[in-house]
């Protein structure tokens, strides 16, 4: 007979867990316990939202879920943000929390809190454990729902005598559940449907998100778009899925979007939409849009065709399939004088420029240069506020993965989302971009990455204000208040007591160099940039 | 887009909490359910839910496809009035303190088919089994002698014919997006 505890360790292991985020307490104590008897390698985070993210960042690069475990009431309430942060942008995830002795459940003991009942609105599934025997079926239910159909959280609280419970478990070879049956390929009709209505299209627009990495699809995307002839723009999420030099590459839609790729979005004939919800942040006016063209809408998530845009076409399924299935029918678009004119207009897009000599660093300067240097496959981790809206639109993607949490914008996501990164894939260069607000959100975690003894540069957009808020504030509301960020630490020192370098730059004149400086160094490494907190993210 | 009412028939996994699940959709997407009923079906460990509620077309179907995302929910149906039998039960207390006053009510009450369930020397008790227009024509009526107070148990409803909640499968729920059923 072995615990609970021990039935949960060996479940994960049959689910091909490597590694745990976590946060230890009373109530998780068995549960730890039982993962250090195993090889099972644990990452002890300094705040529990950042267990999320970094499982985050490690579901996004393994392409299966992250796993982090907490203890019962603050612990896990700490880790809401995290799961709602992972719900919002459809991130596979296991999260498991210890919870008080199941027989006095309800009547609020030290540390209780009904976590399952919290976490219901932006969770996927959740389960409350009664019995250590039941434990081995839901762990591989719990992965079976976080990495099929539209990924996202999955949580398990565990009673701390359910982890001391004595069991023999029995551990299921399948998954049965009733209620859970995820389409995967499209209907053979719709799909011919698409390609017909791709090969009468002159003016047809893939626009891609987040779903085309959760469905691994970026290959069978780059060979529809070149052999049908379509153009492509992205959301935020779905920056990357080309590079930024692929000649049918229009850049990202949106508010915060490339002028071609609005544009084309806008006089597209026949919009096909795909592992993207659109919604408000990517597309402003969805139903001027639908009432003037053709919309087609893949995705793997009945719900999400028609919520944001009504659609002409829909096709249910997993995205790399369905692309498969459209690619065996051979649709070409007519579409070579559209893809010229576009083509034309994206070239004749203003690059970032230096201004050197100006006392500040120009950000679309900074972003393009930082892109520029980096390796191929880089993955940039990147913040909320606005230098993530520089990073996305300035940041030349080439092969590597642009990470941010496009759904939720939680600010303090870069940094834990980078050592996620690190675990998973440890060779990649794996850059940080963030915010001097941001910084301070996850500045504690400084310390996760010096014991973890890994290489990730961060580079601060260090304005000294709530960037994104403050702009705001002065275009729409009475003027800047509550925004200023006085009393933020020497950043230079901060990171010096962490063991990690760092250097202040204030002018483009030394971007460049100072960029290279940090690529070049060995281990972690911290560059802020002043730049002038009046520049806001239409400056160009 | 034209509002009107709707009945939604949901089959859930009786398990804890599949109620508030169901509902907390319901208020989350901000709709008003005008009645709600459950109780199990003839597989006690499902559970069949009826809602009724107000909204257009195109919000009904998403929310629909929102409920059909829980893994909990096993069918939905939208039934329509007309392929569909609806039935409330309502009890209503009334003030009837003079036999005058008791036989009228015990007038109104055979004329509805309706039935007295309790007596009293101040009150009677009414059970009045139908749709929604009977059940307010009633009360409408006993409204003149006072009425104390009134349950209703929410609409149910069931298909005519041949056909079940039984045919909607998630599968071919999805089938109208394009979901191959092979
Ligand atoms: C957790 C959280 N709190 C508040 C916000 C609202 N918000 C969005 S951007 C922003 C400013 C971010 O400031 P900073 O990190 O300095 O970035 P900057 O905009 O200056 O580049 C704030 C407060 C948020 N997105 N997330
Ligand atoms: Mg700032």
Redo the contacts between chains.
């Keep these: 007979m072995i615990n609970g505890a021990q039935a949960l360790m060996e479940s994960l292991k049959r689910e091909g867990v490597e590694r745990v985020f976590g946060y230890a307490g009373a109530t998780i104590c068995p549960a730890v316990d039982a993962l250090a008897a195993t090889d099972i390698a644990y990452t002890l985070v300094r705040t529990e939202q950042n267990a999320g993210h970094m499982a985050s960042g490690y579901a996004r690069m393994m392409g299966k879920p992250g796993v982090c475990m907490v203890t019962s009431g603050p612990g896990a309430t700490n880790l809401i943000t995290g799961i709602a942060t992972a719900y919002m942008d459809s991130i596979p995830m296991v999260a498991i929390t210890g919870q008080v002795q199941s027989y006095l459940l309800g009547r609020d003991i030290f540390q209780e809190v009904d976590i399952?009942?919290a976490c219901?609105?932006f969770i996927k599934?959740s389960y409350l454990v009664k019995d250590a025997n039941d434990i081995p079926r839901v762990v591989k239910e719990a992965f079976h729902?976080a990495s099929t159909g539209r990924q996202g959280p999955v949580l398990i609280d565990i009673p701390i005598d359910i982890q001391q419970q004595m069991i023999d478990p029995v551990y299921p070879d399948s998954v049965d559940?009733?209620?859970?049956?995820p389409?995967v390929?499209?209907?053979?009709?719709?799909?011919k449907r698409v390609a017909a209505s791709i090969s009468a299209a002159q003016k047809p627009l893939l626009c891609v998100g987040g779903g085309l990495f959760s469905a691994k699809a970026q290959e069978e995307l780059i060979t529809l778009c070149e052999s049908a002839r379509i153009p492509v723009v992205t959301t935020m999420m779905g920056l990357g899925l080309l590079p930024r030099n692929h000649p049918l590459n229009l850049g990202m839609i949106g508010a915060f979007g490339t002028p071609t790729a609005n544009r084309a979005l806008n006089t597209t004939d026949l919009l096909i939409i795909a592992g993207a919800r659109a919604a408000d942040r990517a597309v402003t006016s969805p139903k001027e849009i639908a009432s003037r063209t053709k919309t087609v809408h893949l995705d793997v998530?009945?719900?999400e065709?028609?919520?944001n845009f009504?659609t002409t076409?829909?096709?249910?399924?997993d995205v790399k399939v369905i692309l498969d299935q459209l690619i065996s029918h051979h649709p070409k678009a007519q579409s070579e004088a559209w893809i010229a004119d576009l083509q034309a207009r994206r070239q004749a897009e203003t690059q970032p420029a230096a201004a050197p000599g100006a006392g500040s660093v120009t950000p679309s300067y900074l972003m393009r240069t930082l892109g520029e240097q980096l390796d191929d496959d880089a993955c940039v981790c990147v913040d909320v506020g606005q230098n993530q809206i520089w990073a996305a639109k300035h940041l030349p993607m080439k092969h590597g993965r642009f990470l941010t949490t496009g759904g939720l914008g939680t600010m303090g996501y870069s940094l834990p989302a980078s050592l996620g990164v690190k675990t998973a894939v440890p060779d990649r260069q794996t850059v940080v971009v963030c915010g001097d607000g941001s910084f301070q959100m996850f500045e504690n975690e400084l310390a996760t990455l010096k014991a973890m003894g890994t290489d990730v540069k961060i580079v601060m957009v260090h304005n000294g204000v709530l960037g994104l808020v403050h702009q705001i504030q002065y275009s729409s509301y009475s003027g800047p208040f509550g925004v200023d960020l006085t009393g933020s630490p020497d950043f230079e020192k901060l990171a010096e007591a962490y063991g990690i370098p760092g250097k202040r730059i204030s002018d483009d004149g030394q971007v460049d160099s100072a960029i290279h400086d940090m690529l070049t160094a060995s281990g972690p490494y911290l560059l802020i940039c002043d730049v002038d907190p009046m520049t806001t993210t239409s400056m160009t | 887009m034209e509002s009107k009412e709707h009945t939604l028939s949901i089959l859930v996994e009786n398990t804890p909490g599949v109620l508030s699940q169901v509902s907390r959709l319901f208020s989350r997407k901000g709709y008003n359910i005008e009645s709600i009923a459950s109780g199990t079906t003839e597989d006690p460990k499902v559970t069949r839910i009826t809602i009724v509620m107000n909204g257009d077309d195109a919000t009904i179907a998403q929310l629909a496809a929102q409920l059909r995302k829980l893994l909990c929910v096993i069918s939905v149906k939208v039934l329509s009035t007309e392929d569909a039998v609806q039935r409330e039960l309502v009890l209503v207390k009334v003030k009837a303190d003079t036999k005058d006053k008791r036989d009228e009510v015990l007038q109104i009450v055979s004329v509805f088919r309706a039935s007295v369930v309790d007596i009293s020397r101040e009150t009677l008790t009414v059970s009045i089994l139908g749709d929604e227009n009977k059940a307010c024509a009633l009360m409408d009526l006993l409204a003149d002698f006072g009425v104390l107070e009134v349950v209703r148990t929410g609409i149910i409803a069931i298909e005519r014919g041949i056909r079940t909640i039984y045919e909607d499968t998630k599968e071919s729920g999805e089938f109208n997006y394009g979901k191959n059923v092979l």
């Design positions: 399952t009942g219901a609105p599934h729902i559940i009733r209620g859970y049956k389409s390929k499209g209907n053979d009709n719709q799909i998530d009945p719900a065709i028609g919520k009504s076409v829909p096709v249910v399924g």
